[in-house]
């Protein structure tokens, strides 16, 4: 009697494990769908407005773009409802755990240590001569040695004029500023904005590994800062003048000062302080706006689970972030180009990063084809090994906000994009 209790208990251990996997992740798929219906309905509708302003699309005519506004509308309201549903009948999962401080011992020091030497070596061998520069790049770097040579920010030079704050800059200043320093220190421009840029991708390692190292070993952090390294067009960022890597180095600096303040008594400042990283991260890729709707499926996970993100984790490190943003964007507007260079002027040019649609498919679907080895890696280990790490082994929600954040790119990137720009 005494063995079968134990089988039909370890039976039942076993299928309440499957049961909490099958709910788990029902869960997250219905939170994906909340994330990239949401966005695209938004989107579209803002499309729609501008339009309707007398603007003209280079895309669908407003019959389709209305058809596409309310499907997606009714597919977000679906995907609320879903996730009250599945929230209300989960079984309770483990509650935040707190994350540890990074102890720095050999244990630690040693791992990180190789895996910066691996970086160091990868991102500065033969700097110079590969990859062939781009015009973006020598765009960059021109503003970066105007700063640095004339204390002009903008592109142009001495015989021809300047172009303060030429709107063709993606790149903000919490990059070209540090690049222009490293010109002035070092003096030739194209090598010091690369070395610059190699400087950056170390301290992106650096703060993964950290980000990591808080919740899993050493080791597995290591290896998980040098698993980047494999994905596509990580060394060619790492070697040249633009802002991803930047950006996702102060983004992922922000998460790991924010999860402090999630676990915090006095989370005021960590809270001020990870909206400013938040901020510098939109300044320097204005792409990481997009970043709002992984953070809003984050929160509204939390509000119908755990609720561990109070109104100060919320609110402030956004508005904060956004002040930072709106700091910039007014100093561009007063002393930048004016006329067609207005907000409407970037909706125009940028219309397509909004516009949902199957014809990108081909393209993005083909250049996933060629890299299919490195897609099933990071998509099936990093996102799920990510899913599972903030839902079903601890909740914790930067893990959470990262897994959502990391399948988002990939839904703009199928159907918002025609694989022009991979990185």
Known sequence: MAGGDTV?????????????????????????VFVCAGFTA???????????GGQELDGPNTQRLLIKAIAFSIVFALSIAALQFLTRRMRALPDLRP??????????????????????????????????IEPDETHHLIVARNVAMHGVYGSGMPAIGFRPFDDYDSVGPTVLLPVAASILCLGNPFHAGRLAMAVFYLALTAIAFIFLAQTVSANTAAFGAA?????PGSLYLARTLYGEAPALMYLLAALIVWGRALNSARPLMLCIFAGALFGCALVTKYFLVLAAWPALGMWFYDYLTHRRIRVVHALLPAGVALCVLGSWGAVTSIFG?????????????????????????????????????????FLCLGLVSASQMAMFTAYNPAWLFIALFGLFNTYWWVFFTTANHPR
């Open 8 to 32: 039909q208990a370890d039976t039942r251990g076993i299928s309440s494990v499957f049961h909490r996997i099958r709910w788990t992740y029902a869960t997250f798929v219905s939170l994906f």
């Open 99 to 132: 994350t540890r401080k990074v102890t720095w011992n050999q244990q630690t020091i040693l791992p990180i240590s190789l895996v910066l030497a691996l970086v160091t070596l990868a991102s500065t061998l033969r700097l110079p001569m590969y990859p062939h």
């Open 227 to 231: 698993f980047m390294l494999l994905a």
């Open 42 to 52: 938004t989107a579209s509708w803002a499309l729609m407005v501008f339009q309707s």
């Open 337 to 377: 180009p004016h006329g067609s260079e207005t907000a409407e002027g970037h909706l125009a040019m940028y219309q397509h990063n909004l516009l949902f649609g199957l014809d990108p498919l081909r393209d993005t679907l083909g250049w996933l084809a060629q890299h299919w080895i490195a897609a099933v890696l």
